[in-house]
Every structure is written in structure tokens, then in C-alpha cells.
């Protein structure tokens, strides 16, 4: 038995026969492609009609199973499934006795159909898993699937720590618990009997939904029968039930959103102020403050007609705040920002609305009569004109997208197998006259069911800022993948209470590594996100986190296209990539983030003796570099580590190139919505990777154009020999049709972990060296991360570029946590410079010098080998240097001596074992302490 840790509150049982699945290895192959637009209408070559009974074979691992009490069998698209039209696979079936039999390559499938009822039930039907994807087994109907990997539901509105996915624990329908489509045991069933369906496409047409017409008991089952291979289950899932859809380029960056009554004046101070402290901003959200309010009769208790609070719906400026919003929003286009306005519309339109008269006209009520509009959601001419009359025309002064807000209830009357939460999200994100020329849809809004991956991206609502808080949302996150929701934005900070700078650093460490980075919080004075109105230490920290999600958005978009393709989110469970190994599922808040990155937020505060945070880590097999360590470990192993409040545990696949935007090459505004003009590649080289390749996707950002093939693909190929370390740059895979692709654009490429090279040329030409690598082109050496950073000029992209670095060569020196050992030399020289005249720069020098050491390298590549080679005894002598500093506060030096002694245990530890015990969560407080599913050996 296997104890895996986890969430309060939160208990599932996962049942796995490891004996069974310790020798599997899942294959990693590129998706099946798309066949064409949805048909929900399946290929009669599919079909199997046995009585009342139908079985679509949809793939070799999905089926379709519809059980009728009259033979009448539907094949409109539901809310979930959109799309039955697939290639049929081979299968095999026929009936002898009564008995009916179907088999595919996976699966084999029986139905009694003389035995009784002929209803489904667990006498008459059962499909066995013929262990093609590493596991056997079977299931019936009533079957509990008791190693469900879990999904995802509708919010986390007021959850302090953690709240229990298990939806058969759950007893609350409003939160439209979801189960994942993925099991240990190898299948998971899901229930369409009673979804909502859609109206029949008409070309031209916006699609409606409708309740489904069926007899009580009639059955409409889906059942995914894929192992272990998750990615696979997956992607079938969105064969049949739509393709994640791409968000624009533009929502990867830096989104401001903050509950409060800013004017147009206050906003743009806001914008001065990011530039002024060096921070990138792509998106401004705008709270409800910024329509007409009536907060005096609110707190009064005052409804409106709707009988609502008060000023909770609108749809008009406050033109107190926003006397002229067309200038204000085209100020912030001439920044490059993206605004987006929040709305709870449950109250209609009511007369106070500056559109009212229109809306009242159009309604069918006579505007002087004052009577509000009520909001219909089951109506789709009320909702075309909702958009039409109410929102359209703020849109057209600069709105790109709406915060939906949908607070009131999920009770609210709509169609049956329907709830508010889920049409509100169909509405926004598909309404036709809503997005103009072929611009890409986006919404932000909560989950409303299976199928809303269709509908990205999510608003997981108002949490409670603690830290038990900040442990689930990691988890949560990467779960809702297992039902293809892969955009969950957070409020970063937490929502309903000041925090402290440390709790708020840490949060905004793991948005950086987050599918949507967005602060946000209360309307409180003391409830501040502004990371400049934190201490200066915390401050850098996070403006350092901010600067590289911003530089990252080349790599996560990249992700994000590669999961429109495959159906599989690119922050998933490590578990979609080591399904046969246990600890895979034992590290709830780590998680896949790409192709390349394994993430482990700490979700821990800093034992103040230490001034570290404990956070295990579980290292996958393979080799990783620890990013901001330079440290290499080997997996499979399990590391105790403690982390600085500086520190972000982000390890990369050994030899991988990661495409970033280069910090200062773009504008610190809006730089997220652009093909970038300077394309950066940094290479994890080690010693024993010969060579590596990636692939950069682009595309214009902002339309639906790349789903007629218009974008383009970048590939880079890494290589190192004996001598010399080189990066190929090809000329760009671009579709004809994409015509705004950049015709020339610059690299700068970064080899990491690499010696100083003896020279260095592009394209065949030599390249100078410039210590600060300000000339184009040149190179320079960062010693405080072992690097060498290469700036090209600018050249067509139509051709292929080559950087090689003779003399340069990864080694395993430079792979110890020299990069981690610098930065803690830095902070504690800061440390004690601060406790003047406590002690002296004389009685420090060793902390001194080894702070320096990166700089001195920088300065002087050829003093490299010399300077690496030195550091230890250095760094131990700095360590003797705190420990005899008498005069200084003795809490202060043990926690120096802390820092500094982790950091030399790390670098001397094997990086094939774990340097240290496993840590148990002794720094948490008792009340949010994780309690893990258990796995047990069927």
C-alpha cells in the first residue's frame, strides 16, 4: 500500500494493479487528424443495431452505447458530444443465442439482449479491456469506477485550502462536479441520457439548443475504454467532442484585474506604473465598477426589478469614472492592452441603461412604460439582442472579450439537461455577430459541464488567500485536463483577504508557470496586488517570475497549439507521461507543463529558523537540469528539498531548447500578442545529449485563421560534438496563405550550462565578443548561470541560420549547483550588509567573493574553468565565515548558515540519489495538511 498524500476534504480511492502495469510503456505518436467539420451523425458502417439497442463503434476504444424503449435512437449533437462521424475501425460482431458479441482491437463487448430485460443492466452487459494499453479487466453497468483520476467542477467561490473533486462525495448539484475520462482501472463511462442537444446545423445559421425528447429510462452511454493511456482517451474525447480551441496569442501575458473603482485617469497611472517598474502587462480587466452603480442602495438592501441586488447588472459606463471610455480604450490600444469588462447579467436591462429605449423596442415593451428586459437565457432572439442592442456597441469602442460573472444561481430557468452556466458559455464564446473579422473567440467564465473545454477559459472565482489555498489550486488545475479543460485562470493572491508578501511571492511564482497569469482581489485598501507596493526583496522576486512568464509566451503558445491538436492540456498530471509508475500519482501539486518542463510550486511557508520551505519533488526518469540551480539529477528518484523564497522548482528535460521572447526585446506593454522580432532559444545542454531538436508554432494571434492552416513552424535542432556546440535555425514551415509572417526577424540564442567558447560564428561568419552583448552580432558569457548567450543580426527567416561555438561543451562541473550557490552567496552578503555594524565586509570577506564569482566570470570567460574549480573550498569557507560571526544576531546567522549549507549539500549531492530524507509537511499547520488518496494493489 502506497500512502500518496493529499487534500482535506478531498478522499478518492484509485485502485491499480502495478504488477500488472510496472513493465507498460506508453507510446508517445502524433494525434489522428481531424476528418472534416462535426457530424454528429456517425458512419452507418459503425452501427450495430440489436433490438431496442444500438452500439456505434467510434473508435477501437470508445464506444457508444443507446438503449430505447421504443427503438427510436438519437443522432443530434448533445451539449457534450458534437461529432460521431469518425473513420470506422475494424471490429467484428454478430449474435448467437441471444447473446451479441463486438470486438475491437481493445475491447470486447457482450450484450444478453434475450436474458431478461433487455434493458442495459449489469446481468446483460459487459465490456472487457483485452489489455492492449497495459491494462485487462472489465466493467458492467453500476459499476463504481473506484480509480477515477477526478475532473473538474464549476468554481471555488469561497474555499479556503481544499475542496473534494470527488463528484459522489460532493452533494452539491450547482457546482457541476465533472468525473475525469480517465481511470486507473482503464475505463470511465460517461452519461449523455440526459444532456441537452442541439438544434440541426443550418449553413448561415447560429446553432440553438434544445431539450432532448426521450422516454424515462431510455440510456445513452459512452464508454471509454483506453488503460492507461490517458493521452489517448484524451484525444478521442475531443474527436467526438470538439478540439480545445486555441485562446489568443495575447492571453498567455500578464493580465492587471483588481476589485476596485478605478477612473479612466487611475487606470492609466496603473499602465505608467508597470512601465515605470520594468513589469510587462498584456490585458486590463475592468471589475463592475465600471458601469452605472448604486452601492448606498445596495447596502440598503435595495432590489431592482429583476429583483436583484441593485447596480450588480449593467451595461453602461460610469461616466463619473469613464466621462470618455472610446478615449480611454484607445489609449490602451496605442499600448498594445486588451481590456475586458465584467458582467453579471441576470437582471436584464433595466431603464436606468443608456441603451435601454433600443433594447425595450426591440423586446416587444414600450420604453416609457420603464419595465426592465428580462434576461431569457433559453431564448436565442432575446440573446442575439442582448448582444446586439447592449454589448456589440462596446465592442466596437475597444471591448476584446467578457469577464461573465454568472453569480446568481444555477437554478435560473433554461432548457432541461441545461444549466445557466453552460449556455452563458455556448452564448459568449460561439454568438456569430460577436466576433468580427475572423477574430478568435475568448471568454472568462466559470465551468459549466463536460463539453465546456469547447468554451475556454475558466474563472475558478474567489478564494480565500492561505496557503492550504495555494497548495490545491496546482492540483486543480492540472486535474480539469482530465476532462480537457486546461485554461483555469486564478485569482493569483487570492481573493477575500490581505496576504502576506511572502504567501503572495509564492503565488505569483506558480502563476508564472500557470496556463492564465492574472492577479486579482477584493475591494478592500489593505487588499493590494501591485507587486511594486510589496518590500523591495519581494518585489524583484516577483517581477523576476513576471519577466520570464512574459519571455515564455513563445513556448506556451507552442503548448497551447499542440494541445488544440492532441486534446491533452499542456499543464497536465505527471502521471499522463509515467502512467506505470506509483509516484507519478503521489505528487498532487507537480505537475507537466509543455513538453519540457516539470513544475513544483512551493505551496509552503519558510520555516523562519531555516529560511527555507520544504517541498518534495519526485525527479521522472531521465535526466533533468534543475533551472535555477544548474543542478542535474536522474530519475526515477524522490528529492526532500527545501527551497529559498527565490527559488521556483522547474526542471527541464535534458537537451531541450525552450523558444522565449528575449526580456527587453519587446515592448514592455502588449508584447505578448507578438510574432516576436528577436526569436530566443535556450538549450539545456548536458554532457551526454548529443543532440535535440524543437519546433516554435506562430500564427497572427488574434483569428480564426489558424484553423485553415494559415501559420508557421519553427524548428531548431541542437547539437555537440567533442569540440563545439551549435544550434541550426531552419528556414520557416510557413502556409502560403500566412502572408504577415515576418520576413527577417534576429535570434538570440542561449547555450546553457556550456563552457566559454574559444569563438564563435553565425552563418560562417565570426562573431565578436562584447562582454554586455549589446552589438549585433556578438556573444557574451553569463557566469552567474553558465552561459553562453549568442545575438544574431537580423536575416530572413526563409533560410536556415546556424550559430556554432567552437571550445564550447556542456560538462559536469557545470552542473552541480554552482548557479544556486551564487545567488545564496548574493542574498547573504545582502543579509549582512543590512546587520552593519552588527559586523564588519571584513569579516566576511569569503561570502564576498563567492557572490562575486558569476560577475568575475562574466568579466572574464577565460576565468571559468579556474574560477568553478576554486568555488568549493570558497563556498565552504564563507559557510566557516557566518558561523564564527558572534556579533550577529543569532537568529540571522543560523539562517544564513542554513542557505548557504543547502545550497552545498545540493551541490554535492549524487545526482543519482536524493540528497536528503523525504520531508513530511512539519511547516504546515495542522488545519491544512493534505491528506492523499490511497492507491492499493487490486
Same mark, same amino acid.
Given at each position: 500500500m502506497?500512502?500518496m498524500?493529499?487534500?482535506?476534504?478531498?478522499?478518492?480511492l484509485?485502485?491499480?494493479?502495478?504488477?500488472?502495469?510496472s513493465?507498460?510503456?506508453?507510446?508517445?505518436?502524433?494525434?489522428?487528424?481531424?476528418?472534416?467539420?462535426?457530424?454528429?451523425?456517425?458512419?452507418?458502417?459503425?452501427?450495430?443495431?440489436?433490438g431496442?439497442?444500438?452500439?456505434t463503434v467510434l #473508435?477501437?476504444?470508445l464506444?457508444?452505447?443507446?438503449w #430505447?424503449?421504443?427503438?427510436?435512437?438519437?443522432?443530434?449533437?448533445s451539449a457534450t458530444?458534437?461529432?460521431r462521424?469518425?473513420?470506422?475501425?475494424?471490429?467484428t460482431?454478430?449474435?448467437?443465442?441471444?447473446?451479441?458479441?463486438?470486438?475491437?482491437?481493445a475491447?470486447?463487448?457482450?450484450?444478453?439482449?434475450?436474458?431478461?430485460?433487455p434493458?442495459?443492466?449489469?446481468?446483460?452487459?459487459?465490456?472487457?479491456?483485452?489489455g492492449?494499453?497495459?491494462?485487462?479487466?472489465?466493467?458492467?453497468?453500476?459499476?463504481?469506477?473506484?480509480?477515477?483520476?477526478l475532473g473538474?467542477?464549476?468554481?471555488?467561490?469561497?474555499?479556503n485550502?481544499a475542496?473534494?473533486?470527488?463528484?459522489?462525495?460532493?452533494?452539491?448539484?450547482?457546482?457541476h462536479?465533472?468525473?475525469?475520462?480517465?481511470?486507473?482501472?482503464?475505463?470511465?463511462?460517461?452519461?449523455?441520457?440526459?444532456?441537452?442537444?442541439?438544434?440541426?446545423?443550418v449553413?448561415g445559421q447560429?446553432?440553438?439548443?434544445?431539450?432532448?425528447?426521450?422516454?424515462?429510462?431510455?440510456?445513452?452511454?459512452?464508454?471509454?475504454?483506453?488503460?492507461?493511456n490517458?493521452?489517448?482517451?484524451?484525444?478521442?474525447?475531443t474527436?467526438?467532442?470538439g478540439?480545445?480551441?486555441?485562446?489568443?496569442?495575447?492571453?498567455?501575458?500578464?493580465?492587471w484585474?483588481?476589485?476596485?473603482?478605478?477612473?479612466?485617469?487611475?487606470?492609466?497611472?496603473?499602465?505608467?506604473?508597470?512601465?515605470?517598474?520594468? #513589469?510587462?502587462?498584456?490585458?486590463?480587466?475592468?471589475?463592475m465598477?465600471?458601469?452605472?452603480?448604486?452601492y448606498?442602495e445596495?447596502?440598503?438592501?435595495?432590489?431592482?426589478q429583476?429583483?436583484?441586488?441593485?447596480?450588480?447588472?449593467?451595461?453602461?459606463w460610469?461616466?463619473n469614472?469613464f466621462?470618455?471610455?472610446?478615449?480611454?480604450?484607445?489609449?490602451?490600444?496605442?499600448k498594445?492592452?486588451?481590456?475586458?469588462?465584467?458582467?453579471?447579467p441576470?437582471?436584464?436591462?433595466q431603464p436606468?441603461?443608456?441603451?435601454?429605449?433600443?433594447?425595450?423596442?426591440?423586446?416587444?415593451?414600450?420604453?416609457?412604460?420603464q419595465k426592465y428586459?428580462?434576461?431569457?437565457?433559453?431564448?436565442q432572439?432575446?440573446?442575439?439582442?442582448?448582444?446586439?442592442?447592449?454589448?456589440r456597441?462596446?465592442?466596437?469602442?475597444?471591448?476584446?472579450?467578457?469577464?461573465?460573472?454568472?453569480?446568481?444561481?444555477?437554478?435560473w430557468?433554461?432548457?432541461?439537461?441545461?444549466?445557466p452556466?453552460?449556455?452563458?458559455?455556448?452564448?459568449?464564446?460561439?454568438?456569430p455577430g460577436?466576433?468580427?473579422n475572423?477574430?478568435r473567440?475568448?471568454?472568462?467564465?466559470?465551468?459549466?459541464?463536460?463539453?465546456?473545454h469547447r468554451?475556454q477559459?475558466?474563472?475558478?472565482?474567489?478564494?480565500?488567500?492561505?496557503?492550504?489555498s495555494?497548495?490545491?489550486?496546482?492540483?486543480?488545475?492540472?486535474t480539469?485536463?482530465?476532462?480537457?479543460?486546461?485554461?483555469?485562470s486564478?485569482?493569483?493572491?487570492?481573493?477575500?483577504?490581505?496576504e502576506t508578501?511572502?504567501?503572495?511571492?509564492r503565488w505569483?511564482q506558480?502563476g508564472?508557470?500557470?496556463?492564465?497569469f492574472?492577479?486579482h482581489c477584493?475591494?478592500?485598501?489593505?487588499?493590494?496586488r501591485?507587486i511594486?507596493?510589496?518590500?523591495?526583496e519581494?518585489?524583484?522576486?516577483?517581477?523576476d517570475?513576471?519577466?520570464?512568464?512574459?519571455s515564455?509566451?513563445?513556448?506556451?503558445?507552442?503548448?497551447?497549439?499542440?494541445?488544440?491538436?492532441t486534446?491533452?492540456?499542456?499543464?497536465?498530471p505527471?502521471?499522463y507521461?509515467?502512467?506505470n509508475?506509483?509516484?507519478?500519482?503521489?505528487?498532487?501539486?507537480e505537475y507537466?507543463?509543455?513538453d519540457d518542463?516539470?513544475?513544483?510550486?512551493?505551496?509552503?511557508?519558510i520555516?523562519?529558523?531555516?529560511?527555507?520551505a520544504?517541498?518534495?519533488?519526485?525527479?521522472?526518469?531521465?535526466?533533468?537540469?534543475?533551472?535555477?540551480?544548474?543542478k542535474?539529477?536522474?530519475?526515477?528518484?524522490t528529492l526532500?528539498?527545501?527551497?529559498a523564497?527565490?527559488d521556483?522548482?522547474?526542471?527541464?528535460k535534458a537537451?531541450?531548447?525552450?523558444?522565449?521572447?528575449?526580456?527587453?526585446?519587446?515592448?514592455?506593454?502588449?508584447?505578448?500578442?507578438?510574432?516576436?522580432?528577436v526569436?530566443?532559444?535556450?538549450?539545456?545542454?548536458?554532457?551526454?545529449?548529443?543532440?535535440?531538436?524543437t519546433n516554435?508554432?506562430?500564427?497572427?494571434?488574434?483569428?480564426?485563421?489558424?484553423? #485553415?492552416?494559415?501559420?508557421?513552424?519553427?524548428?531548431?535542432?541542437?547539437?555537440?560534438?567533442?569540440?563545439?556546440?551549435?544550434?541550426?535555425?531552419?528556414?520557416?514551415?510557413?502556409?502560403?496563405?500566412?502572408?504577415?509572417?515576418?520576413?527577417?526577424r534576429?535570434?538570440?540564442?542561449?547555450?546553457?550550462n556550456?563552457?566559454?567558447?574559444?569563438?564563435?560564428s553565425?552563418n560562417?561568419?565570426n562573431?565578436p565578443?562584447?562582454?554586455?552583448?549589446?552589438?549585433?552580432?556578438?556573444?557574451?558569457y553569463?557566469?552567474?548561470?553558465?552561459?553562453?548567450?549568442?545575438?544574431?543580426?537580423?536575416?530572413?527567416?526563409?533560410?536556415?541560420?546556424?550559430?556554432v561555438?567552437l571550445?564550447?561543451?556542456?560538462?559536469?562541473?557545470?552542473?552541480n549547483?554552482?548557479?544556486?550557490?551564487?545567488?545564496?552567496?548574493?542574498?547573504i552578503?545582502t543579509?549582512?550588509?543590512?546587520?552593519?555594524?552588527?559586523?564588519?565586509?571584513?569579516?566576511?570577506?569569503?561570502?564576498?567573493?563567492?557572490?562575486?564569482?558569476?560577475?568575475?566570470?562574466?568579466?572574464?570567460?577565460?576565468?571559468?574553468?579556474?574560477?568553478?574549480?576554486?568555488?568549493?573550498?570558497?563556498?565552504?569557507?564563507?559557510?566557516?565565515?557566518?558561523?564564527?560571526?558572534?556579533?550577529?544576531?543569532?537568529?540571522?546567522?543560523a539562517q544564513?548558515?542554513?542557505?548557504m549549507?543547502?545550497?552545498?549539500?545540493?551541490s554535492?549531492?549524487?545526482?543519482?540519489?536524493a540528497?536528503?530524507?523525504q520531508?513530511?509537511?512539519?511547516?504546515?499547520?495542522?488545519?491544512?495538511?493534505?491528506?492523499?488518496?490511497?492507491?492499493?494493489?487490486?
Amino acid at each position: 500500500m502506497l500512502k500518496m498524500g493529499a487534500w482535506s476534504r478531498s478522499v478518492a480511492l484509485f485502485m491499480i494493479s502495478w504488477a500488472v502495469i510496472s513493465t507498460f510503456a506508453l507510446p508517445r505518436t502524433d494525434p489522428p487528424p481531424r476528418y472534416g467539420a462535426d457530424n454528429p451523425v456517425a458512419n452507418p458502417k459503425a452501427v450495430v443495431v440489436v433490438g431496442t439497442a444500438r452500439f456505434t463503434v467510434l #473508435t477501437a476504444r470508445l464506444i457508444r452505447m443507446e438503449w #430505447t424503449s421504443d427503438g427510436a435512437f438519437e443522432d443530434a449533437a448533445s451539449a457534450t458530444f458534437t461529432n460521431r462521424n469518425l473513420p470506422v475501425p475494424q471490429f467484428t460482431s454478430g449474435s448467437s443465442n441471444g447473446v451479441f458479441t463486438l470486438t475491437t482491437s481493445a475491447l470486447s463487448l457482450t450484450y444478453n439482449y434475450v436474458s431478461g430485460s433487455p434493458e442495459f443492466t449489469p446481468d446483460n452487459l459487459r465490456v472487457q479491456l483485452l489489455g492492449q494499453d497495459g491494462l485487462t479487466g472489465s466493467w458492467a453497468p453500476n459499476t463504481t469506477n473506484t480509480g477515477n483520476l477526478l475532473g473538474t467542477l464549476r468554481t471555488l467561490d469561497g474555499v479556503n485550502g481544499a475542496i473534494n473533486l470527488n463528484c459522489t462525495q460532493l452533494n452539491n448539484p450547482s457546482l457541476h462536479c465533472t468525473f475525469g475520462l480517465i481511470s486507473t482501472l482503464g475505463w470511465s463511462l460517461v452519461d449523455d441520457s440526459s444532456n441537452a442537444l442541439f438544434t440541426p446545423a443550418v449553413s448561415g445559421q447560429w446553432q440553438w439548443m434544445q431539450a432532448r425528447a426521450q422516454a424515462s429510462g431510455d440510456i445513452d452511454w459512452y464508454f471509454f475504454g483506453h488503460g492507461l493511456n490517458f493521452r489517448l482517451a484524451l484525444n478521442e474525447f475531443t474527436l467526438v467532442a470538439g478540439q480545445i480551441p486555441l485562446p489568443p496569442r495575447f492571453a498567455f501575458g500578464i493580465w492587471w484585474s483588481r476589485y476596485w473603482a478605478y477612473s479612466d485617469i487611475e487606470l492609466m497611472e496603473l499602465v505608467s506604473e508597470y512601465e515605470i517598474h520594468d #513589469t510587462p502587462l498584456d490585458v486590463l480587466v475592468t471589475d463592475m465598477d465600471w458601469h452605472i452603480t448604486f452601492y448606498k442602495e445596495a447596502y440598503q438592501g435595495k432590489k431592482d426589478q429583476a429583483g436583484q441586488t441593485i447596480g450588480w447588472t449593467g451595461f453602461t459606463w460610469d461616466d463619473n469614472l469613464f466621462p470618455n471610455p472610446q478615449a480611454f480604450l484607445q489609449y490602451c490600444k496605442s499600448k498594445g492592452l486588451h481590456n475586458t469588462l465584467n458582467l453579471h447579467p441576470a437582471s436584464g436591462v433595466q431603464p436606468w441603461e443608456e441603451r435601454y429605449p433600443q433594447m425595450a423596442k426591440a423586446s416587444g415593451i414600450d420604453p416609457n412604460s420603464q419595465k426592465y428586459v428580462p434576461l431569457q437565457l433559453a431564448n436565442q432572439t432575446a440573446m442575439s439582442l442582448l448582444y446586439d442592442v447592449m454589448l456589440r456597441p462596446l465592442q466596437e469602442e475597444g471591448i476584446d472579450f467578457w469577464w461573465l460573472d454568472w453569480q446568481q444561481g444555477e437554478n435560473w430557468p433554461v432548457l432541461p439537461g441545461l444549466n445557466p452556466t453552460f449556455i452563458l458559455n455556448y452564448i459568449f464564446f460561439t454568438y456569430p455577430g460577436q466576433w468580427q473579422n475572423g477574430r478568435r473567440p475568448l471568454l472568462f467564465h466559470r465551468w459549466g459541464g463536460l463539453g465546456n473545454h469547447r468554451y475556454q477559459i475558466g474563472f475558478s472565482g474567489d478564494v480565500v488567500p492561505a496557503w492550504g489555498s495555494l497548495n490545491f489550486q496546482p492540483y486543480f488545475t492540472a486535474t480539469a485536463a482530465n476532462v480537457g479543460f486546461g485554461y483555469w485562470s486564478h485569482d493569483l493572491g487570492g481573493h477575500t483577504l490581505p496576504e502576506t508578501p511572502e504567501l503572495y511571492t509564492r503565488w505569483v511564482q506558480w502563476g508564472a508557470f500557470s496556463p492564465i497569469f492574472r492577479t486579482h482581489c477584493t475591494k478592500a485598501a489593505d487588499n493590494e496586488r501591485r507587486i511594486w507596493a510589496f518590500p523591495l526583496e519581494y518585489f524583484f522576486i516577483m517581477r523576476d517570475a513576471i519577466q520570464l512568464r512574459a519571455s515564455l509566451v513563445p513556448y506556451i503558445y507552442t503548448a497551447a497549439r499542440n494541445a488544440h491538436n492532441t486534446g491533452v492540456a499542456f499543464l497536465h498530471p505527471l502521471y499522463y507521461d509515467w502512467a506505470n509508475l506509483k509516484e507519478a500519482y503521489s505528487f498532487p501539486t507537480e505537475y507537466v507543463y509543455g513538453d519540457d518542463l516539470v513544475v513544483a510550486p512551493v505551496t509552503h511557508f519558510i520555516n523562519n529558523a531555516t529560511g527555507l520551505a520544504p517541498n518534495n519533488v519526485w525527479v521522472p526518469p531521465g535526466q533533468w537540469v534543475e533551472w535555477f540551480s544548474g543542478k542535474i539529477w536522474t530519475g526515477p528518484q524522490t528529492l526532500g528539498r527545501s527551497f529559498a523564497i527565490d527559488d521556483i522548482p522547474v526542471f527541464v528535460k535534458a537537451g531541450s531548447i525552450i523558444p522565449q521572447t528575449p526580456t527587453g526585446s519587446v515592448p514592455l506593454t502588449g508584447s505578448a500578442q507578438l510574432i516576436p522580432p528577436v526569436l530566443g532559444f535556450t538549450v539545456f545542454a548536458t554532457p551526454n545529449i548529443s543532440s535535440s531538436t524543437t519546433n516554435v508554432y506562430e500564427d497572427d494571434g488574434d483569428t480564426t485563421s489558424y484553423l #485553415t492552416n494559415q501559420y508557421a513552424w519553427t524548428t531548431a535542432t541542437f547539437t555537440q560534438t567533442a569540440n563545439q556546440v551549435s544550434l541550426v535555425i531552419n528556414a520557416v514551415n510557413k502556409t502560403s496563405t500566412f502572408t504577415t509572417f515576418p520576413a527577417q526577424r534576429s535570434f538570440q540564442v542561449t547555450f546553457s550550462n556550456v563552457f566559454p567558447p574559444s569563438s564563435v560564428s553565425f552563418n560562417g561568419a565570426n562573431v565578436p565578443y562584447d562582454a554586455f552583448g549589446e552589438a549585433l552580432p556578438s556573444w557574451k558569457y553569463d557566469g552567474e548561470t553558465l552561459s553562453l548567450i549568442v545575438s544574431t543580426p537580423s536575416v530572413p527567416t526563409n533560410k536556415a541560420n546556424t550559430v556554432v561555438a567552437l571550445g564550447s561543451k556542456s560538462d559536469p562541473s557545470l552542473l552541480n549547483g554552482f548557479i544556486l550557490q551564487v545567488r545564496r552567496a548574493s542574498t547573504i552578503k545582502t543579509l549582512l550588509d543590512q546587520s552593519f555594524p552588527a559586523v564588519f565586509q571584513e569579516d566576511y570577506e569569503a561570502v564576498i567573493d563567492a557572490a562575486g564569482a558569476g560577475f568575475r566570470i562574466t568579466s572574464n570567460p577565460a576565468s571559468a574553468r579556474s574560477e568553478l574549480a576554486a568555488y568549493p573550498a570558497l563556498f565552504a569557507q564563507a559557510i566557516k565565515q557566518i558561523q564564527g560571526l558572534s556579533n550577529l544576531n543569532a537568529n540571522i546567522r543560523a539562517q544564513a548558515a542554513s542557505l548557504m549549507s543547502d545550497a552545498m549539500a545540493l551541490s554535492s549531492a549524487s545526482s543519482e540519489h536524493a540528497p536528503f530524507p523525504q520531508l513530511a509537511d512539519h511547516n504546515q499547520p495542522a488545519q491544512q495538511k493534505m491528506h492523499i488518496p490511497i492507491v492499493k494493489d487490486l
